[in-house]
């Protein structure tokens, strides 16, 4: 028996966006694994399987043991910066440049909606684009301080003071970026469509921004191999390879747009 192709629930969501007044995005690490990049959880590849994320990803970890931290984060930053865009990334960005999608709410870290070409980002987890001396304050670009990650093993420290740096990214125990979140939230309040792409929806508290859209009736579409606890709430379910429903939809919606 062949697979389905869904494509009675891809014209199904493209019409929920094509109608849309306030449509947005909700991305987790599953819409970068056809890039590359491993995501936390998946039993063969997750990151998480040979370390306790509630241990070395940790603020108090950073500090206590950066070492370990850096042991974590080194293969890590390997991954990202050879990791390009992939197609699910760019469909994004046409449909926001076709003033469909208003934002792109992700829990990633890995830049690569920016890199694709999408404007309006919240990046509830942070970016590693800069990282910053918790001691000074003084910030510094990705490329003054990657190549230290790809070619040493030296931790990286502030040119001012000499203290370690951090990656501007949301560690365990930390508060997300304030502004972010807050732009988020008002985000998905008024979304009448929000568009959930390879999130496993069990990361709080950003997993509590598509709930709470679909408690207040915003359509959901969830384009996620695995089930999630939202299934049941979605207006559509698309259970397919990211790379492929993802700018399928976009093709559909543009089509209808036109």
């Given at each position: 028996?062949?697979?389905?192709?869904?494509?009675?629930?891809?014209?199904?969501?493209?019409?929920?966006?094509?109608?849309?007044?306030?449509?947005?995005?909700?991305?987790?690490?599953?819409?970068?694994?056809?890039?590359?990049?491993?995501?936390?959880?998946?039993?063969?590849?997750?990151?998480?399987?040979?370390?306790?994320?509630?241990?070395?990803?940790?603020l108090d970890t950073f500090h206590h043991a950066p070492e370990r931290f850096y042991d974590w984060f080194r293969p890590l930053v390997r991954?990202?910066?050879?990791?390009?865009?992939?197609?699910?990334?760019?469909?994004?960005?046409?449909?926001?440049?076709?003033?469909?999608?208003?934002?792109?709410?992700?829990?990633?870290?890995?830049?690569?909606?920016?890199?694709?070409?999408?404007?309006?980002?919240?990046?509830?987890?942070?970016?590693?684009?800069?990282?910053?001396?918790?001691?000074?304050?003084?910030?510094?670009?990705?490329?003054?301080?990657?190549?230290?990650?790809?070619?040493?093993?030296?931790?990286?420290?502030?040119?001012?003071?000499?203290?370690?740096?951090?990656?501007?990214?949301?560690?365990?125990?930390?508060?997300?970026p304030g502004d972010t979140w807050e732009n988020a939230v008002e985000d998905m309040r008024r979304a009448d469509v929000v568009l959930v792409i390879g999130s496993s929806l069990e990361v709080?508290?950003?997993?509590?921004?598509?709930?709470?859209?679909?408690?207040?009736?915003?359509?959901?579409?969830?384009?996620?191999?695995?089930?999630?606890?939202?299934?049941?709430?979605?207006?559509?379910?698309?259970?397919?390879?990211?790379?492929?429903?993802?700018?399928?939809?976009?093709?559909?919606?543009?089509?209808?747009?036109?």
């Amino acid at each position: 028996m062949s697979a389905p192709d869904y494509a009675e629930e891809i014209t199904q969501a493209a019409r929920l966006l094509r109608d849309s007044r306030w449509a947005v995005a909700f991305t987790g690490a599953g819409i970068s694994t056809p890039s590359g990049i491993p995501d936390f959880r998946s039993a063969r590849t997750g990151l998480w399987q040979r370390l306790d994320p509630m241990e070395v990803c940790t603020l108090d970890t950073f500090h206590h043991a950066p070492e370990r931290f850096y042991d974590w984060f080194r293969p890590l930053v390997r991954q990202m910066a050879q990791a390009q865009p992939n197609a699910a990334h760019y469909a994004l960005a046409e449909l926001e440049q076709a003033c469909i999608l208003k934002a792109v709410v992700t829990q990633n870290i890995d830049d690569l909606h920016a890199r694709a070409g999408s404007k309006t980002i919240r990046e509830v987890h942070g970016s590693v684009r800069t990282f910053s001396c918790l001691t000074c304050g003084r910030t510094y670009p990705q490329n003054e301080i990657q190549p230290l990650l790809l070619q040493t093993e030296d931790l990286p420290r502030c040119a001012a003071c000499g203290n370690i740096l951090k990656p501007d990214i949301v560690l365990f125990g930390e508060a997300l970026p304030g502004d972010t979140w807050e732009n988020a939230v008002e985000d998905m309040r008024r979304a009448d469509v929000v568009l959930v792409i390879g999130s496993s929806l069990e990361v709080w508290p950003a997993a509590a921004l598509p709930e709470a859209a679909a408690k207040i009736g915003t359509d959901l579409i969830l384009c996620n191999l695995s089930p999630t606890r939202l299934d049941s709430q979605a207006s559509v379910c698309l259970p397919m390879d990211i790379a492929v429903s993802v700018p399928a939809l976009c093709r559909q919606v543009l089509s209808l747009h036109a």
